[in-house]
């Protein structure tokens, strides 16, 4: 039998069926009933080895990469990564430190998101009378953005690693949400009415989904 190439966490609870997921790390990821036996939830796993393995060398090749030297596309420009003793931007440099550069790199990030959602969301609410409270840029992973029942919008920092027309489409959508607070066919209707090609960008997005689980 081939030696498994990940390891397995289960995380049990008041649930009725088994989920599966992989993580940043490429671990799998088992969501259980308190119930489930042993061999049950090995047996799961086993059965998806495939989507394991195929969801392993998604999550790996969307990887971004920020070592010296490095591009990487950030909030739609391609910047080179050089070392420094603080994070910055010079034209298309991207400075970051070689100590806590994780640290300094989630920090600019947010800077830079704030300042694209900023702009996109406000050109979008003149344009077509949204109102809103306030924006607020977070660590969410599992959502790129969401909208308040008081109309405050947040995006994810990890935004920044998306297309401009990927980030209009999710200012768009959480913009909606101000007026309809679900996803229902009038909800919808307005989306299609703003946003046209809504329903390809939504698939794009499906398919950058791993780039929630990075940083």
Known sequence: MKKQEFAVIVLRGKRKTLSLSVNEKGDAVVRAP?????????????????????RR???????????????????G??????PSGRAGISGQTLRLPEQGRETALIGLLKRMVR????????????????????????????????CSTSGTLSFSFRTAFLTDEEARYIAVHELCHTR??????????????????YLAVRKGLRNKSSLMLFL
């Not at 049950?40 to 195929?54: K, L, M």
Request: proline residues 3%; hydrophobic residues 35%.
């Open 180 to 197: 309809h607070m679900n996803h229902g066919p009038a909800f919808w209707k307005e989306v299609r009415d703003i946003f046209p090609d």
């Open 34 to 54: 308190n119930s489930a036996r042993t061999d049950e939830i090995q047996q799961f796993v086993s059965r998806h080895s495939e989507w394991i393995a195929r």
């Open 115 to 146: 300042e694209r959602m900023c702009r996109i969301v406000s050109e979008y609410a003149a344009r077509y009378g949204f109102l809103y409270t306030s924006i607020q840029i977070s660590s969410a992973r599992g959502r790129w953005g969401s």
């Open 57 to 75: 060398k998604e999550i790996e090749r969307s990887r971004p990469d920020f070592s010296d030297g490095a591009s990487v596309e950030i909030c």
């Open 77 to 82: 420009r391609r910047y080179t990564i050089v």
